[in-house]
């Protein structure tokens, strides 16, 4: 393409990037609380919805994808559908990304490369596993901490400056 050719073209379009909006989609929870979407006269169901910005900003930038990861369109806001739609895209966030967070380090303990996490979450007391070195500790943002096990599950401090002394020395070392 033309250098012409780009100019007052969107740069949605030059990345072909679909846009879905109240006006070109319509979503739908289906019987077995699955989401699905209609556009552009096809129907696509089950369809998931990935977060760009996980942890800052999850209501932005939401990326509408088939089971076999095909995207079928982006939500630049989701404030611009209505409530019930808002709603039950909401649901289908807290379902992908659920993530405690952990309001209290009890203890940490390594052994032979793996450490064992005992914390309170705001979904309970809980205990998991992480493997050293692979990553599994790592701040998402410049204050929150993100610690997924080795199942895959995800818990993060959210203010990492708010832990006790006592709890920062616990995990100080896994940083």
Not at 25 to 52: M, N
Not at 54 to 73: C, M, V, Y
Not at 113 to 135: I, K, Q
């Amino acid at each position: 393409m033309r250098m012409e050719e780009h100019q007052g073209m969107e740069l949605a379009d030059a990345a072909g990037i679909r846009y879905l909006t109240p006006s070109n989609s319509e979503f739908a929870e289906t019987t077995g609380h699955l989401l699905s979407v209609w556009t552009k006269g096809e129907v696509h169901s089950p369809v998931y919805v990935h977060c760009s910005f996980p942890h800052t900003n999850q209501r932005s930038f939401l990326s509408i994808r088939t089971a076999d990861n095909k995207e079928i369109g982006l939500i630049r806001y989701l404030e611009d559908f209505p409530q019930s739609t808002a709603s039950i895209i909401e649901r289908q966030l807290k379902i992908r990304y659920f993530t405690p967070e952990i309001t209290k380090v009890i203890a940490v303990s390594e052994e032979f490369g793996y450490s064992y996490w005992e914390v309170e979450t705001t979904a309970g007391r809980c205990r998991f596993t992480v493997r050293n070195g692979s990553g599994s500790v790592k701040f998402a943002a410049e204050n929150r901490l993100l610690i997924i096990d080795v199942d895959g599950n995800r818990f993060v401090i959210p203010h990492v400056d708010q832990l006790s002394d006592k709890e920062y020395r616990m995990i100080e070392t896994r940083l």
